[in-house]
């Protein structure tokens, strides 16, 4: 801008100079043109008198160095002429200034020279012999005097540009000093030009405007990271050429990256290439999903393009943990497959049985050990539904069941009496130690987790063995435990035990009739009641199971 001001300055003040240049040499040829006139007429009319006077005489020894004179008869011939010789003068009656002298008795004239930088003025005077004197002389054009003047017109020139750069340069600096201490940050506080006022003004409001919407932005902000910041979900947003714009705490934590990769290449950050496959597919404008490990779980991650004005400006990557889910799947999956496995054993021995009854080819004496064979095989089926009831029961949380004060003790007790009948059967003697245990639980569950721990100590024992139930108070849980001096569970199989259908020993569990069912029944019943598990085995030499209930409910409490 200060340069601006400075060539505008410089041409304002160039152009007035010219101007003024040329008026002044304008009115000065003018003013010497009508001081050279009046001399003339006046040196004319003087050497008229002369002439008159003396006649030929005058011009005798008459030296005049810039002008000439000419003496003219009535009839035009030349008299005398003070540059050239008379005689061979042609005759001047017809030039302008004669004729009009003729005429009226006096007369005036200029003619230019061929090279137009000269001009003739003349003045001619009618004597009164009718003759006629003539003055001319010589002007100089405006252009002649140009050149003549050149010298100081050039110096003066000089001077005039060198004073106009300097005055130029301080005038814009001084001009543009005020722009320059605007302070823009508090546009109403300046005292600068009027006429800058309403862009002051202007640029204040849009100020405000900004401020607003800068408000507004970062209120959004806050509230998207909040809301992101506790998603369990991982979230990135990314811009079209796959830089993160954004990413939430979950998703750093699962890409193995902090808040810094923001700006940074989503390829730089984490080298995963199912990860980087959906992202461009989203880039182009599909939605991808896709089931990935990361950090030994499985991550369904869906990619959506960000569109805006028709174009993918984009795209949101959500990180989504499916590994319960996939298990789940797959545990309803096996657990069907299990079912009907299950199912199917016992079916189709009572399909053959019903088959041979109604062909008439079962003897009359063997009708009843089939009877008893479809009883036995109808009411293992019966123990299995009950079983995958309980335990779906339990999947899905059991939450129709009502905590309540019990005793463990009871509990206990009312599992063993009811097992009494079948342990006596199988020559295991069921002993029960301990002493009222109040505790927080679900009567139910916890009367199931006793009768299947028992059932098990009973069923997997041998004869003349024993099964010990205790029931104890410790500093922080309840403890229930169920210890037998049976067959015990190899160490390969303790891990699987409390699987769905898991059955440790296959050739001694086809004898033993069981579901597979009852340890994951105990499992997820303890679960809920948020109590442990310990197990402790030996092949040939018994196994102890002791499930454990934290009391902090029941502490300091008496039962009564
Ligand atoms: P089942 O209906 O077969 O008894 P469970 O889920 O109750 O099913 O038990 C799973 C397996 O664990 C059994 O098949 C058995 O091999 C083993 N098991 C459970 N309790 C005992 C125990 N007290 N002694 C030895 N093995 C046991």
Redesign the pocket.
Known sequence: MTKRIFRSICLAAGAVFLASLILIMGMLYSYFSRVQRTQLRTQTALAACGVENLGADYFDGLDLPSNRVTWISPDGTVLYDSQADARDMENHLQREEIQQALSTGWGESQRWSVTLLERSLYAAKRLEDGSVLRFSTSQNSVLTLLLGMSQPIVIVCFLALILSIVLAMRLSRRIVAPLNELDLDDPAENECYEELTPLLRRIRGQQKELQLQADRLRQKQNELTAVTGSMREGMVLLNKSGMILSINPAACALLDTDRRCVGRDLLTVNRNLELQAVLSKALDGTAAERTIPLHDRRFQVDASPVVSGGEVSGAVLLLIDVTEKEQAETMRREFTANVSHELRTPLTSISGCGELLKSGLVKPEDVASFGENIYSEAQRMVRLVDDIISLSHLDEGAEDLKRERVDLYAIAQTAVQSLAGRAEAAGVTLELTGRPTPMEGIPQLLGEIAA??C???I???RPGGWVRVSVESGKDAVRLT?A?S????PQE?QAH??ERF????KS??KA?????????I?KHAVQIHGGKIDLS?APGR??A?AVSFPIEQAKNRTFG
Do not use: E
Request: net charge neutral; aromatic share 8%.
């Open positions: 299947n721990l059932d098990n100590a069923k997997y024992n169920v037998d049976g067959i015990g569970i199989h035990i409390f898991y059955r440790g020993d001694r569990s033993v009739s069981g579901t597979g069912l009852g340890l994951s105990v085995s018994g196994t199971i």
